[in-house]
């Protein structure tokens, strides 16, 4: 099973809200990473935990505020967002060790930011 | 230095022949080189992966081929379908300095739009 989940699927909010994103995946991986996906273009590297401990925050605005709680999940709180935070937001997962670098993304959870 | 080109930006090919998509890369320390296909509304799937001790891999119709002293790898995919039509993404990161790293960070080409018409 290569499997990993995210909820919402589709999320609208305005720039008021507090949100939260979920990822799950249960393949024993100890590496879990956020991307923002824009139309068109790669995905950029958001954050990477491993071993649930913050690994790589790629200067990310403190607007966007990451969450492991475990092994098996990661989230990511969302306050105060600006349109141009209007992305598709994916989740990945890896092991943790060196014989192996396969990143499994999630379906993603598109925001709409209004 | 960190930066994966990949060529063409749009690719149109006839059902039955061969795609070709090209990647080059200048880090010298980049020692894993996988290729995503992703598909409108979802999220990039890993398709085949290449380490540089080997110049060719094949997985069924895709082959990755890999020219370490050119610094340039490949996707091949062979007897093109209309459902291989998606975006496809070239990456490459540094497995081995994971430690150093702290973590893994896959570099990605700006992808190539695929269509396959039947």
Same mark, same amino acid.
């Given at each position: 099973d290569t499997e990993v989940t995210q909820t919402p699927k589709h999320l609208v909010m305005g720039m008021t809200n507090k949100k939260s994103l979920k990822c799950e995946q249960h393949?024993?991986?100890?590496a879990m990473y956020w991307y923002k996906q824009k139309a068109k273009k790669p995905p950029e590297l958001m954050f990477v935990y491993s071993y649930e401990k913050? /690994?790589?925050?790629?200067?990310?605005?403190?607007r966007f505020s990451p969450e492991c709680p475990n092994s098996s999940l990661l989230n990511l709180h969302l306050h105060a967002?600006?349109?141009?935070? /209007?992305a598709l937001y994916l989740c990945a997962s890896s092991h943790r060790d060196r014989g192996s670098d396969e990143q499994y993304f999630g379906p993603g959870t598109r925001l709409t930011v209004t | 230095q960190q930066q994966v080109k990949q060529s063409p930006q749009s690719l149109i090919v006839q059902k039955g022949g061969i795609s070709i998509i090209n990647c080059a890369y200048e880090?010298?320390?980049?020692?894993y080189f996988p290729w995503y296909q992703q598909f409108p509304g979802k999220g990039p799937a890993l398709l085949i992966a290449i380490r540089p001790d080997v110049s060719e891999k094949k997985e069924g119709r895709f082959t990755i081929s890999f020219n370490k002293s050119a610094k340039q790898f490949s996707l091949h995919i062979m007897d093109?379908?209309?459902?291989?039509s998606a975006t496809y993404f070239c990456a490459a990161s540094m497995m081995g300095r994971w430690e150093e790293t702290s973590g893994s960070r896959l570099t990605f080409g700006e992808g190539t739009q695929l269509t396959v018409n039947p």
């Open positions: 393949m024993g991986h100890r913050l /690994s790589i925050n790629e200067s990310v605005p403190s967002l600006q349109p141009e935070d /209007s | 880090n010298t320390a980049f020692d093109s379908q209309p459902g291989d």
